[in-house]
């Protein structure tokens, strides 16, 4: 997962290189065998000539062993792609592709049962008007980190950071149960990664963020 793009270098774990979800992963192949068993029934030899010989050859053939597959874990399903620019506090940006969930349906779904983003870095939920509500992790079987920005003060300006939090998957068959995180404030965009990785794509305090428009797609783009 490597897909961020910056304006200057910045140090990321998942590696400024994408350029995997900004601008954001054996071959087997085992040979059919078989085996062969050789049973010599008699061999008789008298002054050294050979009065008998009796060879009797089985071959037995093995089932031709499956092609592995490498294990990817479940990635999200139905949903588009976005480029979300990320500004520190100190003007560095950053171009990250996010999932995007921006229906309804979409936000209702979420990550739940994900284990692997595949390229994008995270999952954007984006609203048309500033809310309030709290995320929990009902059938969310991966830690996550949240972020929340405020609505932007204009097309080409991000919205600020209100808040952050980190979030552990609840267990729970009844969703009732599960820990209730609130941001800090109002929101119109809320990015979910991997636990702890928040940083690695410029989530850090005083940053800023904005979908780039026109930029939705099935995929990441390619670097």
Known sequence: ???????????LSAACVVG???????????DDSSATAATVAASTVTSSTVVSTTVVLTTVASEPVADSVPDVGVVPEGF???????TKADGTTCEVCMWLAD??????????????LGEP???????????????????????LSIAWFAEPPGDSAGGVLVSTAD????????????????????YVLAIEVFQGDLASIGITAGATAR?????????????
């Open 1 to 11: 997962m490597t897909r961020v793009r910056c304006a200057v270098d910045l140090a």
């Open 20 to 30: 995997l979800v900004g601008l954001v992963a054996c071959s087997p192949g085992a």
């Open 80 to 86: 588009s792609t976005v480029l979300v620019e990320i």
């Open 103 to 116: 229906s309804n349906e979409e936000r209702q779904q979420g990550l739940m049962g994900v284990t692997s």
């Open 121 to 143: 870095e995270g999952m954007a939920f984006v609203w048309e008007q500033p809310r309030a509500g709290a995320f929990f992790m009902f059938q969310t079987v991966t830690p």
């Open 167 to 186: 979030m552990d998957p609840c267990l729970s068959e009844d969703s009732g149960e599960c820990e209730r995180f609130p941001a800090g404030g109002e």
């Open 211 to 223: 979908l780039l428009a026109g930029t939705e797609a099935a995929s990441c783009p390619l670097t």
